[in-house]
């Protein structure tokens, strides 16, 4: 019966190492995103409480696992039990020793045996070596979250989120979680408990919402999801602009508005600028995006006149295998067949998911943040550049470059101000703020995110 066992060293007390792994979110952060695992139902850590996952082990193969907690024991342990799943055995210890007051080893240890008896066993080689890629991520990202939630100092807000079910939102809703917010999400179907209605086209009663210390806004049309139309490109107007007056609008009228609105706007603003410098200073663009762009940020003036500290974070590429641009390109990349777009030489202003997380989370708790803010890397490569660093993380050939005018035969309007604009996008507020970025570096981003 195979073992496979990781530990590493936290700079944290180990009662705040457990809390974390109570706590709703913990599941879904420590998940590596190139896993496409999915939790069902979640009982918590308690003795007896199962846990339900729908996961792949295999392109095209999903399975479901229940596991049952036992022997737990605060702060210093936990057992899950596979009772139903892909495996003859698994046993997964969660051990947490107390070094000192304020350091922790965590040890993960599990015991499993493959399926298929003798001939599942000739797996067991390449099974240690995905759980070891897959543990290197779940304790790195566990130690940069604890790191971010003990610059709080314990402060803790209620938070409400728009677009919660997006590749940011699902990440944020976990990570806020993980750090003993409370989160409330803002849907447009039938809410469920903790969920809350509105409506981005019209009236709607935020009286739910009295009480809420802040509000993050992330919801909106996708852009880059096919080619424009005329009823597309109304669509992601709409959903920004309109989408977001109805949001502040409706919170504006109430007796005690949220003190802080953060809202997700992008470096599309600024247009195709080449390689011009852009600090947050510098004067938006003048295509589709960057009238879009006015108009959304324009569109938070009723809660600024509120009285709320209005953040609007101009998002690069956030850079995920789970979900949006990255996520599209890996299967050309991993089959060997990609290369740059275009001429390269367009600037790829890019930031990791987590990063993102960060971000949001300091300027949710630091009254400095405030205004534009360019949520970027501070390095922003061209397509060439980019390409070349995917391939090499990859290890897969980048040599066949896809025309522009191919780009704009399949794609129009869309691929000349996405795929073949560019922004050299300089984070100066950020940096003058002092904000720490986890990766401002190209490769070691790709290789956190991608398990490399």
């Given at each position: 019966m195979p073992t496979f066992r990781h530990a590493s060293d936290l700079p944290v007390p180990r009662q705040a190492v457990w809390d974390w792994h109570l706590r709703p979110g913990a599941l879904v952060r420590l998940n590596p995103p190139w896993e496409r695992a999915r939790v069902v139902r979640s009982g918590g850590v308690a003795e007896g409480s199962e846990v339900v996952l729908q996961a792949a082990v295999a392109p095209g193969i999903e399975t479901t696992w229940v596991m049952e907690h036992h022997d737990v024991t605060?702060?210093?342990?936990?057992?899950?039990?596979?009772?139903?799943?892909?495996?003859?055995?698994?046993?997964?210890?969660?051990?947490f020793?107390?070094?000192?007051?304020?350091?922790?080893?965590?040890?993960?240890?599990?015991?499993?045996?493959?399926?298929?008896?003798?001939?599942?066993?000739?797996?067991?080689?390449?099974?240690?070596?995905?759980l070891r890629r897959m543990f290197a991520y779940r304790h790195a990202t566990l130690a940069a979250d604890l790191?971010?939630?003990?610059?709080?100092?314990?402060?803790t807000l209620h938070i409400a989120i728009t677009g919660a079910s997006g590749l940011i939102g699902r990440q944020l809703e976990a990570f806020l979680t993980t750090g003993g917010h409370r989160v409330t999400r803002l849907v447009r179907g039938t809410p469920r408990p903790g969920e809350v209605r509105w409506d981005p086209a019209?009236?709607?009663?935020?009286?739910p919402l009295d009480g809420v210390d802040a509000v993050v806004h992330l919801a909106g049309e996708g852009i880059a999801a096919g080619r424009w139309t005329e009823e597309r490109k109304r669509r992601i107007r709409e959903s920004r602009a309109r989408g977001t007056r109805s949001l502040v609008t409706a919170l504006a009228r109430r007796p005690h508005p949220?003190?802080?609105?953060?809202?997700?706007?992008?470096?599309g603003i600024y247009g195709d600028r080449g390689d011009e410098p852009l600090t947050e200073a510098a004067p938006p663009g003048t295509d589709f995006l960057a009238t879009v762009g006015r108009e959304w940020?324009?569109?938070?003036?009723?809660?600024?006149?509120?009285?709320?500290?209005?953040?609007?974070?101009?998002?690069?590429?956030?850079?995920?295998?789970?979900?949006?641009?990255?996520?599209?390109?890996?299967p050309a990349f991993r089959a060997g067949v990609a290369?740059?777009?275009?001429?390269?030489?367009?600037?790829?202003?890019?930031i990791a998911l987590d990063d993102a997380l960060y971000l949001i989370h300091a300027a949710l708790l630091d009254d400095r943040y405030t205004g534009a803010l360019n949520a970027t890397a501070p390095d922003t490569p061209t397509n060439a550049e980019f390409t070349a660093t995917l391939g090499r993380v990859l290890r897969r050939p980048t040599l066949l470059p896809v025309p522009a005018v191919a780009l704009k035969?399949?794609?129009?309007?869309?691929?000349?101000?996405?795929?073949?604009?560019?922004?050299?996008?300089?984070?100066?507020?950020?940096?003058?703020?002092?904000?720490?970025w986890r990766y401002p570096a190209l490769e070691g981003a790709l290789r956190h995110a991608l398990g490399r």
């Open positions: 605060a702060p210093e342990r936990f057992r899950d039990r596979m009772r139903r799943g892909p495996f003859a055995r698994w046993e997964h210890l969660h051990a020793e107390a070094l000192s007051a304020g350091r922790t080893r965590l040890v993960d240890e599990i015991d499993f045996t493959p399926p298929l008896g003798p001939a599942g066993a000739l797996a067991a080689p390449s099974i240690t070596a995905r790191e971010a939630h003990a610059a709080a100092g314990g402060r019209g009236d709607w009663d935020a009286a949220p003190r802080t609105f953060i809202s997700a706007s992008a470096v940020e324009a569109a938070a003036a009723p809660i600024a006149a509120a009285g709320a500290r209005v953040v609007q974070l101009r998002f690069g590429v956030v850079l995920s295998p789970a979900g949006g641009a990255l996520a599209k390109m890996l290369g740059r777009l275009g001429s390269g030489h367009q600037r790829f202003p890019w035969l399949l794609f129009g309007e869309m691929a000349e101000a996405t795929i073949l604009a560019g922004q050299r996008v300089v984070p100066e507020r950020l940096t003058a703020l002092g904000f720490r």
